[in-house]
């Protein structure tokens, strides 16, 4: 294992017509789509550009108090749950619902329009180990090369244009959102600007609410108040050898044309007053913010395009290069194209590409500082975006996560960290009027302002709407930043404060039966429902596994943490966690074999539904193990032969990594090439949300459901991974389990720097079947000693002392 992973490089041989084809660039900051077309259209994105304001959740929970939501309804729905008055439950529960969270929006787009030629000989490569788009082509002629990137080094888009002979092109900035003022600066020694300051909405309805208005605008400038202006300023400054000049543009505002370029050196820059209120920052006038996006534009365009990409690659390098997969032999640099890759579905080819491509998405949209990644990364073009592009925290959140620690992006985890917080910070007063509880609480859905009350405008239907136990699942992403870095210092100031505020949650949520074992009530499955046996249908139900499951595993997990911190801690509700722990519902094994979804009996209306919620304790958690549970991982397994082949990108990499926990190597392939075929439909067209329609990959490998959600790329890197390495936490009692999953037509490959519970990197390679060289590295300064190591039912201690070993010699040759 010491040559290096050969780099993962993607190849289209056309410029973009449509954003599905576009090429993603960012630096959890700002976001790039690079069409590559004569235009040179880059749509433009930052995180932090969403509608609504920073007391938008607070007056929303204040409306529904008005509404008569509160302790005494829950009363009242917990009730009419007893006695299955499934309208009411459904009639009362809906008084629980605020609105919507807010909508994640475009900035714009970026041209430097070469004019109408059409352009040949086209090549566009992303090299998905420097985090750079280089494209080549001709034009009239003339050979043109053009690079783009964003560097968290510089914090900037960069686009350097190179021409074999001047070549002339027109600069101009737009924007959808409503532009405050327009700024050109320049030409002066070679170096020109545009600027725009744009204002977000108040509010923005999400695109399936059609009769809601879609965006509200706040007050005019002098009317605005003091406390926040939903205000961002993007800045350009370019550099050339050729002449620039101030031009009137159609919309009434300048452009900047340029004559004799030879070369080309751009850079756009943001500032927001979003960004400063999520860094703790005061927020800034309009004025400040273009002032210091056109400063911040113009020193980095004053340095070298050599520097700049050599800052950027050393610093997206990094992160990119910790971990690589290869299956078999191949060292062959060549660019993949992208479109051959798609058509051959050879999952040999296409499993290391979107290995390294979830990664490489991860690393461009979430960077701490930032919010975490949306539905969409930071790529989204539509003022209506899917489902508002939001944080949906029933799955599609945590699923844009699950790679993180994994494959050693571990600090990428730090937004969704730094957004638990927010949440936790609201929903602490959502969980206190709502339902007369301690501790914090979350729903459906979120945003930056953490919005924390259930969604659905008092008319969205309960199974999806009403689902209290997403702060519970996000707290997992907490407990993982110390399970896998093992900073203590992290633990006590921000893991377990999180972990005891949603504990408290949960201890004042359950409710005992007559014979005193807690359970949940209301209780849903996310967005699923049941038939009774007499026939009737409901969503609202008691105890579903997946209530019960995350409970369960975040009471243990706030013990462990408790017990972990320096010199320990001891609080009161600790006591009440180890008392509550043995009196909790398990989680059932239903008539039929499978894992029972609901506390009652009762069956899917839909058999083939999207979601495997009462399957978490499977994956992402690990309460049901094919050893230690294996009467549940049984269930686990016939649950899964009952949904059947997968749905939409999302699902099927639940689905995959659903099936590496299980050893099911094999069929998690054959879901893998189901999810990595190429959609032919219309991308913009949404499919139903039944899965009758099944999603794909894009040409630019975007995952889709469509429409695009970004969580199956990122779901998709990390089941691969767990079909290689199983995530044992290297004890006797969990070891570490290597090709736990191995699919039969992966004979031969390697995979690097994939992260254990405990902070060891594993290096892996295998030989027809079975391990050969395994090298255990230290790789957070955790001081982990000794990992157990397991295959084909053996068990070995090795040290974490970065030798290679030979694999082979512990646990025999291939047959």
């Not at 994640?104 to 109408?116: E, I, R």
């Not at 990409?309 to 078999?328: K, P, Q, T, V």
């Amino acid at each position: 294992m010491s040559t290096a992973p050969r780099p993962v490089r993607l190849r289209w041989t056309a410029p973009a017509a449509r954003w599905t084809e576009a090429t993603p660039i960012g630096d959890g900051a700002i976001g790039g789509m690079v069409f590559g077309d004569a235009r040179g259209r880059v749509g433009l994105n930052d995180s932090t550009l969403w509608s609504g304001t920073p007391d938008g959740p607070r007056r929303a929970l204040d409306a529904v108090l008005a509404g008569g939501a509160g302790p005494d309804r829950l009363a009242e729905v917990r009730a009419a749950v007893a006695r299955q008055d499934d309208d009411e439950v459904e009639r009362l529960l809906r008084t629980f619902e605020g609105p919507w969270s807010q909508e994640f929006l475009p900035l714009g787009h970026l041209d430097l329009d070469l004019g109408p030629a059409e352009l040949t000989d086209y090549e566009r490569v992303l090299d998905l180990s420097r985090a750079v788009v280089d494209e080549s082509f001709l034009i009239d002629g003339v050979r043109v090369r053009r690079s783009s990137w964003v560097g968290a080094a510089d914090g900037a888009l960069v686009v350097e244009l190179v021409a074999d002979a001047p070549v002339s092109a027109t600069l101009r900035l737009r924007s959808p959102l409503r532009v405050a003022s327009t700024q050109v600066r320049g030409p002066q020694g070679g170096t020109a600007g545009l600027g725009l300051v744009v204002e977000a909405p108040v509010d923005g309805a999400p695109g399936h609410e059609p009769d809601a208005v879609a965006h509200v605008w706040g007050p005019e400038a002098g009317e605005r108040e003091a406390a926040f202006d939903p205000a961002t300023a993007v800045a350009v400054a370019l550099r050339t050898d050729g002449t620039a000049t101030a031009v009137p543009a159609a919309e009434g505002s300048r452009d900047i044309s340029l004559t004799g370029a030879r070369r080309v050196l751009l850079a756009v820059t943001t500032e927001t007053n979003a960004r400063r209120w999520w860094r703790h920052e005061p927020t800034a006038t309009r004025a400040e913010l273009a002032e210091r996006a056109a400063a911040h534009a113009a020193k980095v365009v004053a340095s070298d395009a050599v520097s700049l990409r050599a800052r950027h690659e050393a610093d997206a390098g990094a992160l990119l290069g910790r971990s690589a997969l290869e299956l078999g032999d191949s060292a062959d640099p060549t660019p993949l194209d992208v479109a051959t890759l798609l058509a051959d579905a050879d999952d040999r080819a296409l499993a290391p590409v979107l290995y390294a491509y979830g990664r490489y998405l991860l690393v461009s949209s979430s960077r701490p500082g930032s919010p975490p990644a949306n539905l969409q990364g930071i790529w989204n073009e539509s003022m209506r975006p899917p489902w508002s592009s939001n944080y949906t925290i029933n799955i599609n959140t945590q699923m844009n996560y699950w790679l993180a620690e994994r494959t050693g992006l571990g600090e990428l985890h730090v937004p969704l960290l730094d957004l638990l917080e927010r949440v936790a910070e609201t929903g602490s007063a959502v969980a206190d009027a709502l339902y007369g509880a301690r501790g914090w609480v979350a729903h459906h859905n979120t945003d930056p302002w953490g919005w924390a009350l259930p969604v659905g405008a008092g008319h969205g239907a309960t199974s999806w709407a009403f689902w209290p136990m997403g702060g519970l699942w996000l707290a997992d992403h907490a407990w993982q930043r110390w399970e896998y870095g093992r900073d203590r210092d992290e633990l006590a100031r921000r893991v377990l404060p999180l972990l005891l505020g949603a504990s408290a949650f949960a201890l004042d949520w359950l409710v005992a039966d007559a014979d005193g074992v807690l359970g949940t009530s209301p209780s849903t499955s996310p967005e699923n429902s049941f038939r009774r046996a007499d026939g009737s249908e409901g969503s609202v139900s008691t105890s579903s596994a997946m209530d019960l499951t995350l409970i369960r595993t975040t009471f243990e997990r706030t013990l462990a943490a408790a017990e972990a911190v320096p010199d320990g801690v001891e609080e009161p509700l600790l006591a009440e966690i180890r008392a509550a722990l043995p009196r909790l519902a398990p989680v059932r094994v239903a008539g039929d074999g499978t894992v029972a979804e609901w506390g009652a009996d009762g069956t899917s209306t839909d058999p083939h539904h999207r979601h495997l919620s009462h399957l978490v304790g499977l994956y992402p958690l690990t309460a049901i193990d094919v050893e230690r549970t294996p009467e549940l991982a049984a269930a686990a397994r016939r649950t899964l032969d009952e949904r059947g082949p997968g749905a939409m990108g999302w699902s099927w990499s639940w689905k995959i990594a659903l099936r590496a926990r299980l050893g099911d190597g094999d069929v998690a392939r054959d879901l893998l090439r189901e999810a990595a075929r190429p959609y032919l439909d219309d991308p913009d067209v949404d499919s139903p949300v039944d899965g009758s329609e099944w999603g794909g990959l894009l040409p630019n490998l975007f995952s889709t459901h469509p429409p695009f959600q970004i969580d199956g790329n990122y779901g998709l890197a990390a089941a691969i991974a767990e079909l290689l390495v199983g995530a044992g936490a290297g004890t006797p009692e969990d070891p570490l389990r290597l090709l736990p999953a191995l699919p039969a037509a992966w004979p031969d490959g390697r995979i690097t720097g994939i992260r254990t519970r405990g902070g060891a990197a594993v290096d892996l390679t295998w030989r027809a079947g079975h391990p050969a060289t395994l090298r255990l590295r230290d790789a957070v300064g955790a001081g982990v000693r000794d990992v157990v190591v397991a295959f084909g039912g053996r068990t070995h201690t090795l040290p974490v002392d970065g030798a290679e070993v030979r694999a082979a010699d512990l646990f025999g040759e291939s047959a």
